[in-house]
């Protein structure tokens, strides 16, 4: 599944996984790489699936920052 706009605006995408552990690893990686970009997606967690929510919230819209980050995102999830 690709990155869709929701009905927020926002770009979303839903990463599914084995069990809770790998959602948990993969929510971490997210953060971790959030925080050396210093761009902070919105992450649900669930129990076999995480939700990512992106938007520049200076600018109230997405913009080639959030593009970048869902692609850098989805290279995590390869992993």
Not at 1 to 30: C, P, V
Request: proline letters at 1%; hydrophobic letters at 40%.
């Amino acid at each position: 599944m690709s990155w869709q706009e929701d009905e927020q605006g926002h770009l979303k995408k839903n990463f599914a996984f084995k069990n809770y552990r790998q959602s948990f690893a993969f929510t971490s990686q997210i953060a971790l790489l959030a925080e050396k970009k210093n761009h902070h997606p919105q992450i649900i967690l669930d129990y076999k699936q995480v939700t990512v929510r992106l938007i520049s919230h200076d600018v109230g819209r997405v913009t080639e920052r959030d593009k970048d980050m869902a692609n850098l995102i989805d290279k995590l999830s390869i992993v």
